[in-house]
Every structure is written in C-alpha cells, then in structure tokens.
Nanobody, 126 residues
Framework: HVQLVESGGGSVQAGGSLRLSCAVSGYTYSSNCMGWFRQAPGKERGAVATIYTGGGSTYYADSVKGRFTISQDNAKNTVYLQMNSLKPEDTAMYYC????????????????????WGQGTQVTVS
C-alpha cells in the first residue's frame, strides 16, 4: 500500500519561508522520481519541482527557481521542499507525487508521469 504523506504547510507572510515534507512508504523510493505539484483555486495542478532519488538530479519550474529547493533524505524515505521568499502567488495546495525512474528533460513536469499522489498540504502566503 503506497502512501505519500505531506506536512509542513501553513500560513506565512510574503517573504517568509516554509519547508514541506513528504514521507513515502510502501513504494520503492530509491532510484525513482519524486515531485511536488501545486494547485491554486480555479487553476490546473502544475509542477513545482522534482528530484531523481537515485542521483539527485533536480528540476524546477521557472516561477520557483532560486527560491525553492527540493531535497531528499534517503534514510527516511522523505522528500522536502524548502520554500523561501514566498509570494502571494505561491498560495496553493501542494501535493507530493511519485513516479518511476525516467523524469529527465521535459518529462518531469508531466502529471501523467506520476502514479501516486499524496493528499496535499495547504500553503497560504499573504
């Protein structure tokens, strides 16, 4: 039974920081791709960042480059999203997602690549 459990969301003022966590169980965590997506009210769910757990390659949406950092703790089967310099437009529900080992190039941002999803954690920036 695959479980992805997000935590760390909350409300912050613009310019603040939050760190999201995604604990993974029941899934072969190593050498696969783990991603963060977000969905604001009335908008489609879009890719934020992805990491290949086998080698550490990372991918980011242009809107978060330089502000967000995705990382992993393989010993804990956990992926993190450190979010700095938060803006009101970062307000959304943030979802953790798991894919197979191929997420290079433009594939990383495609929702269809990810077969497992968490329930989401809300981030509100005012």
């Amino acid at each position: 039974h695959v479980q992805l459990v997000e935590s760390g969301g909350g409300s912050v003022q613009a310019g603040g920081s939050l760190r999201l966590s995604c604990a993974v169980s029941g899934y072969t965590y190593s050498s696969n791709c783990m991603g963060w997506f977000r969905q604001a009210p009335g908008k489609e769910r879009g890719a934020v960042a992805t990491i290949y757990t086998g080698g550490g390659s990372t991918y980011y949406a242009d809107s978060v480059k330089g502000r967000f950092t995705i990382s992993q703790d393989n010993a804990k089967n956990t992926v993190y999203l450190q979010m700095n310099s938060l803006k009101p437009e970062d307000t959304a529900m943030y979802y953790c997602a798991a894919a197979g080992p191929a997420c290079g190039g433009a594939w990383w941002s495609r929702r269809a690549l990810y077969g497992y999803w968490g329930q989401g954690t809300q981030v509100t920036v005012s």
